[in-house]
């Protein structure tokens, strides 16, 4: 299983773009799957968006898609989340996860059995 460390949370304006990355170590990067996941006061960790291992299939949710963009590094062992055109109710701690399969019920937490300690994003109005 790898660790995960989340980087790149941050205040910004909204409107403004912003890039987060989550560094895994102690594990082969190339057999995990990875997402990122969010969560605000008071509200459940939400799906964000899913990386397969091969990185070539990608999902979102439907509050990000084309706006957010997940990449993945597998020779720097790094995951990306690229967003943009943030809005305030994207305000949240922003998680990455692992998973050892890369389909199925990718959305759920429960597919992950890895989990970064997360980053702050808040967007202002």
């Known amino acids: 299983q790898v660790q995960l460390v989340e980087s790149g949370g941050r205040l910004v304006q909204a409107g403004s773009s912003l890039k987060l990355s989550c560094a895994a170590s102690g594990g082969t990067f190339t057999n995990y799957a990875l997402g990122w996941f969010r969560q605000a006061p008071g509200k459940e960790r939400e799906f964000v968006a899913h990386?397969?291992?091969?990185?070539?299939?990608?999902d979102y949710a439907d509050s990000v898609k084309g706006r957010f963009a997940i990449s993945r590094d597998n020779a720097k062992n790094t995951v990306y989340l690229q967003m943009s055109s943030l809005k305030p109710e994207d305000t949240a701690v922003y998680y990455c996860a692992s998973a050892p399969r890369s389909f199925g019920t990718y959305y759920a937490t429960s597919h992950y059995n890895g989990w970064g300690q997360g980053t702050q994003v808040t967007v202002s109005s």
């Open positions: 990386i397969s291992s091969s990185g070539l299939f990608k």
